[in-house]
């Protein structure tokens, strides 16, 4: 196709002969003048005209011999018809324009990319039309110029530009394509590798072939088969190996004229192109029957772990594959009839008419977005793809199982989101543990200076009750998002179950059966015992509020031990493979419901009435069970009940590690101390507490209110005895501070105190003899930890 604007005509110069036409009519006229005169006797007038003839003639003869050898045309110009043929000739979008930059010609690809847009306008930056005007320069200067890839509206393209013309005034603008992958290089790794072996195992021989007919590559059947043994692959011909019998049927050379036919598909590695290169797949024929219909694809498809199926050109199932049927979510060896049958009823027509298109027209591909019949809540990619030699099979259907990879999508996001709200709980409880010991310090200050039967006392002590309270839930906060400050030991399941018993008797009261089993051979696990009996009693009370709109029901308690190779057997991508003690609590409920199973464990989330739940039961449970190195899993059925597994980890104990760690608690007459305690707090509430609730016991106190300050009172070389200081401050923090004050005073004692939890802290500050008091605390708990603190061991 020819796109010409405003060409030039061409002139064309006269040839050798031409250059007397002039004289001679010039002559002729002048011999015609002269014989008129003579006629009409005027002999004078004639000679005169003959005379002047001869003299115009020799003059326009010389005129145009001057002119001869260096004639121009009027106007010079291309063939436009032949240079739009030449252009039409390259697949990469050309211009032509001239030296004011109008197009003169393009080609096919040039206007189906950038339509009637001149090459100079095509970018759509300030520095891709730079990168333009520096090309053209270039070409106008150099001859050539060119840039790596400038941004058009049809994206990044490369640009060379070129001044081409007899009088080098026009420029030749191209855009070539980014360089295509090497389709043969990609066939030859594939059959030289897995997919060469799955089909070898099917009885698939396949051999990769390039422009010329040698050999590539193959698979060890089609070398077993056509070459042997011993024979290299390289310098062999595919023409060579095979032949056409008299029956046109396709056999191999070297199983000699008893071969068995094979049918051959080839695979093209460039599909605009005609050449044969490509991958040549070698089935054995059986008895005319239809390749889709063979064992040995049946075979193939079935080792393959994506969800193949043929379907013929009426749009009829041929045959599909294990993990199609598993996909499909199929039961047993039935097969559907048509692909409509697998999807609901909105998406039946889009299946069946994209399956007629791909099985009559051209081959081609595309996915569609599908609800299958088997899980219609949560769509799937189905791709239709038509193929052609392959007998009756002419589309092909693909169609993943995703229902683990959903699943395991849900549980990431269902982690990530646990992990966002537990980071969020934690620090708003440990802000709260900052106001609670305040609170908390105040009251005890308070009722030192009351007795019991002032007016003030009973009012002091329900302050404090309430702020108990409120420190529970924060400690419920930090059970969740697992920085609560446990006391971990080694110890028997059942013993703790067993310490448990008496107490879930009567919180569940008389319409509720209790039953506890204890399995054998249990490991010891490394939990708080106090911390795994509030887990128990938080299960067994929503069991007790589920079985209670059925009247009653039984709780089974019971623990067992899993061995490695059983957790391997269960084949859950949470759980890692070892030795697990497991607590499983079942009950007779009403059950949860799918939908709001998997939001149980989010803190506040609630099923119960206002007023009867906060919402953080299972929460602290989760949090409590991840803290210890555990698993927890739910399981439930609306009608039938829940179960709960938790899966602690048995504990191996080294020897060097076999020590008890006993603390020896202060006494009532052992909490007064002496010496000097610097006070490092950021929170002038606490600071204030803490402060008087120290020099109340016997200690001079030395205060500060961040890390820095802190330091410069050390470096007076104060006589310090102990050093109370919180953990996270403005500025330097307290596990910083201590490591500077350890280097000019490494005996220096340290009690730290934080609302976060101790063994979270201990990992991260990484400092040996430090002791720890968690937030909220009591003026009593200050004054036993600054004496253990103190005391030396």
């Given at each position: ?22 004289p001679a009519l010039i002559g002729a006229a002048a011999i015609t003048g002269g014989v008129v005169m003579l006629l009409a006797g005027q002999s004078l007038f004639a000679g005169i005209v003959l005379i002047a003839g001869i ?185 060579e190996l095979v032949e056409v019998g008299e029956d046109e049927q396709m056999r191999l050379i070297a199983e000699g004229e008893s071969a068995h036919p094979v049918r051959v598909v080839h695979v093209p590695a460039d599909h ?232 879930l008797k009567r919180l569940l009261g008389e319409t509720v059966e209790l039953v506890v089993k204890h399995g054998r051979s249990l490991g010891p696990i490394r939990a708080d015992p106090g911390q795994l009996e509030q887990v ?258």
């Amino acid at each position: 196709m020819l796109y010409q604007e405003l060409p030039r005509i061409d002139s064309t110069p006269l040839d050798g002969w031409g250059r007397w036409l002039v004289p001679a009519l010039i002559g002729a006229a002048a011999i015609t003048g002269g014989v008129v005169m003579l006629l009409a006797g005027q002999s004078l007038f004639a000679g005169i005209v003959l005379i002047a003839g001869i003299i115009g003639a020799g003059i326009s003869l010389r005129s145009s011999g001057t002119r001869e050898g260096g004639i121009e045309p009027l106007v010079g110009g291309p063939d436009y018809s032949l240079l739009g043929s030449a252009l039409s000739l390259s697949r990469d979008p050309v211009a032509l324009t001239n030296g004011e930059g109008s197009v003169l010609v393009v080609n096919i690809p040039y206007r189906e990319r950038f339509g009637s847009i001149p090459p100079s306008n095509v970018a759509i930056t300030d520095e891709a039309r730079e990168g333009l005007k520096l090309a053209q320069t270039m070409a106008w200067r150099d001859g050539a110029g060119c840039v790596a890839g400038i941004e058009t509206a049809t994206g990044l393209s490369p640009v060379e530009v070129d001044r081409v013309g007899a009088r080098n005034d026009l420029l030749l603008w191209r855009f070539p394509d980014a360089p295509a992958p090497d389709q043969l290089s990609i066939a030859v790794r594939r059959v030289e590798g897995l997919i060469g072996q799955r089909l070898a195992a099917a009885g698939v021989a396949a051999a990769v072939v390039d422009p010329t007919g040698r050999l590539l590559a193959a698979n060890s059947l089609f070398a077993e088969r056509a070459l042997g043994a011993d024979q290299p692959v390289q310098n062999m011909r595919f023409g060579e190996l095979v032949e056409v019998g008299e029956d046109e049927q396709m056999r191999l050379i070297a199983e000699g004229e008893s071969a068995h036919p094979v049918r051959v598909v080839h695979v093209p590695a460039d599909h605009v192109g005609e050449s044969g290169a490509g991958t040549f797949l070698l089935f054995d024929r059986s008895g005319g029957a239809s390749i889709a219909q063979s064992s040995n694809l049946q075979v193939l498809l079935d080792v393959l772990p994506i969800g193949l199926a043929l379907a013929d050109r009426d749009g009829r199932f041929l045959t599909m594959n294990s993990a199609f049927r598993q996909a499909a979510g199929l039961k047993g060896t039935t097969m559907p009839v048509y692909p409509g049958d697998l999807v609901v009823k909105e998406d039946k027509a889009p299946v069946a008419d994209a399956v007629r298109r791909n099985a009559r027209g051209p081959a081609m591909s595309g996915d569609l977005a599908v609800r299958l019949t088997c899980q219609p809540a949560e769509p799937v990619a189905l791709t239709i793809a038509g193929l052609r030699g392959l007998g009756d099979a002419t589309v092909l259907l693909l169609l993943k199982d995703n229902s683990e990879e959903a699943k395991l999508k849900r549980q990431v996001a269902q982690a990530t989101k646990m992990q966002v709200v537990g980071q969020l709980a934690g620090g708003v409880a440990h802000d709260f543990n900052n106001i609670l010991t305040a609170i908390i310090g105040h009251c005890d200050l308070m009722l030192m200076r009351h007795t019991p039967g002032d007016s003030d006392y009973d009012d002091i002590q329900q302050i404090k009750s309430n702020s108990n309270r409120a420190a529970g839930l924060t400690r419920q906060l930090l059970a969740f998002s697992r920085q609560q400050t446990l006391r971990p030991q080694v110890l028997q399941l059942p013993d703790v179950v067993s310490e448990v018993s008496h107490l879930l008797k009567r919180l569940l009261g008389e319409t509720v059966e209790l039953v506890v089993k204890h399995g054998r051979s249990l490991g010891p696990i490394r939990a708080d015992p106090g911390q795994l009996e509030q887990v128990i009693i938080n299960l067994a009370v929503n069991a007790r509020d589920a079985m209670a709109a059925k009247g009653g029901g039984t709780l089974t308690i019971q623990t067992y031990p899993v061995k490695s190779d059983q957790v391997a057997e269960i084949g859950s991508d949470i759980l890692p493979i070892a030795d697990y003690s497991a607590l499983s609590v079942a009950d007779t409920g009403t059950g949860i419901p799918p939908s709001v199973l998997g939001k149980i464990f989010e803190p506040f989330f609630t099923t119960k009435e206002v007023g009867k739940g906060t919402g953080l039961g299972l929460s602290t449970v989760y949090g409590i069970v991840k803290q210890s190195g555990g698993f927890i899993f739910a399981d439930s059925k609306v009608g039938e009940g829940s179960r709960f597994v938790i899966y602690l980890p048995v504990h191996r104990e080294e020897a060097t590690a076999a020590r008890s760690r006993k603390t020896e608690k202060a006494k009532k007459d052992e909490l007064w101390g002496s010496g000097t305690v610097l006070l490092v707090e950021d929170e002038p509430m606490v600071r204030s507490v803490a402060e008087r609730a120290l020099t109340r016991h016997g200690y001079t106190v030395i205060t500060a209110d961040n890390g820095e300050d802190a330091l410069e009172i050390l470096a007076r070389n104060e006589p310090i005895d102990l050093l109370i200081s919180d953990v996270v401050m403005p500025g330097m923090d307290g596990p910083t501070m201590v490591r500077e004050a350890r280097q000019s005073r490494p005996d220096l004692k340290i009690l730290f105190i934080s609302g976060y939890a101790e063994e979270q802290l201990r990992k991260s500050i990484d400092i040996e003899n430090v002791n720890f008091l968690p937030k909220p605390f009591s003026v009593t708990e200050l004054a036993e930890a600054a004496r253990r603190a103190a005391v030396p061991k």
